[in-house]
DNA sequence: TGTACATCAGTGAACGCGCGTTCACTGATGTAC
DNA sequence: TGTACATCAGTGAACGCGCGTTCACTGATGTAC
């Protein structure tokens, strides 16, 4: 029942009945509602309003509001996931491949502020989501395990472990903190966000034992 | 004009037309809901509910939702120095004062998850309170640029302040990923949280060149 | 010591709002025959 | 190739809710004289 005559053809690409992938689409406008308006602003009729769409067509895709936050924060952590692989590519010796992942790390969550925290909010109320045992948290650890430089990923080396989560804890404290306006001299003092991460991270060492023996 | 016959002396002590200490009582009861319920459980009805006062009686204490929100916030931060300051009355050692420092502060946002949460949320939005000039934030720092047991606190030391702010990293990573599930097996292995702080912290190194000639 | 009065700190009813969610519905699509 | 029909993915109106905030008010307190 369109208007009989006109021509009436997909229409730029919204507009239609069916949509297509509508439930990509509002993750995607989940994220950027996110980004530019904050988390507060981040309704589920914010996103069906942006996404021209009516409040109820997203009970389609998704059971409630909080499995479409799950949904956004776990594409986030792929993203993440993504970013720290890249981070491995370049460089050789461990410090500059430690100095790289802490740099891709932070840079990820600065520019994806809203993201990143309700990454870590959905993670702490809800646990990590169970279809993936952990995994995709954990993989954030994995990465640091390897560039630590020693033994293999699942390696259940203690040592090793405590090291890598005290590289994440470094890497998100520092994320965490560059949001304050309290830092923004020392960033203009220093020459750029970046030259302060660096000069940061510069500071942090990572002390491994010998990985030969586990000394508990 | 109370009930004529009645004695009706001061009651329980809440109950009275005029409360006495309103503006504390309702910063108290929205520290209680935060830990008890929750961040979104925390609204300005729900802190007056509680406080046995009607909705509008908080407005003659505090401008709106988030004043209260900001006291509670500074009230945050304020205990979080004094813990900081108790940190340092025991070590001797800059090793061991790192780790009392670390440790206290762990446990201070462990204690007080929401509060801590709140605290960092409050600061990240709105800039430090103004009044203030950045000084309660800052204190952490300067706390901890005591701990590196080098330099007096305002030093204008560039690597001191890099060194104070990875500590700082470091400590609040820490403090914030302790509260995923993940990390539960692992604290059991180790025989509890705070072997696992201590754990971590033994394997994180804060780098600092020597005072003596700034190196920029 | 007693009274008038300004000020302060409450009350409680009401406002408008946007939210999450449900419901009966309808248009579009694809498959069986 | 054409038609019947089940299924899917939308619509739009409505629900009840709790929220932040405002308003005209009133009870209690303290001070001046």
Not at 124 to 135: H, I, K, V
Request: aromatic share 6%; net charge negative; charged share 25%.
């Amino acid at each position: 029942m369109v208007a009989p005559m006109s021509d009436d053809p997909p229409e730029d690409d919204a507009r239609r009945y069916h949509h297509g992938d509508l439930r990509r689409a509002l993750i995607a406008v989940a994220r950027q509602i996110l980004e530019t308006e904050g988390q507060s602003a981040l309704s589920l009729r914010a996103v069906a309003r942006q996404a021209k769409v009516s409040p109820a067509a997203p009970y389609h895709h998704f059971k409630d509001k909080a499995d479409l936050l799950d949904a956004v924060a776990q594409e986030g952590w792929a993203a993440l996931e993504e970013t720290m692989a890249d981070a491995q590519v370049g460089p050789t010796t461990t410090r500059d491949l430690m100095a790289s992942l802490g740099g891709h790390y932070v840079a990820f969550a600065r520019q994806n502020p809203a993201l990143y925290q309700l990454m870590y909010t959905q993670s702490r109320d809800r646990g990590m989501p169970t279809e993936l045992g952990g995994g995709q948290d954990e993989s954030a650890d994995r990465q640091v395990r390897t560039v630590v430089g020693l033994g293999q990923p699942d390696s259940p080396d203690l040592d090793l472990e405590l090291a890598a989560i005290a590289a994440r804890c470094a890497f998100h404290g520092l994320a965490d903190l560059l949001s304050f306006k309290q830092y923004d001299d020392l960033k203009a003092r220093m020459g750029g966000e970046e030259a302060l991460v660096r000069a940061v991270l510069g500071h942090l060492t990572i002390f491994i034992d010998v990985p030969a023996e586990e000394t508990p």
